[in-house]
């Protein structure tokens, strides 16, 4: 089985070595949401997604492939 989205924020978060919370000051997003996107309870909403990719330098599609 693929990895989630989730997975692959936290995957990505871990690797960039910042926490949950240096990642949610970055987006203006708070932990909670952070968190919840990490355990697959939300997923970013379209205004996020790309946020995300820049962040982590990968390709917005990256979230969605299995």
């Given at each position: 089985m693929g990895l989630t989205m989730g997975d692959k924020i936290k995957n990505l978060r871990e690797k960039a070595g910042i926490s949950q919370t240096e990642l949610a000051d970055k987006l203006g997003l708070s932990k909670s949401v952070i968190s919840a996107y990490e355990k697959g309870v939300?997923?970013?909403?379209?205004?996020?997604?790309?946020?995300?990719?820049?962040?982590?330098?990968?390709?917005q599609l990256y979230f969605f492939e299995k």
């Open positions: 939300r997923n970013p909403s379209f205004k996020v997604l790309p946020l995300l990719a820049e962040t982590f330098n990968v390709s």
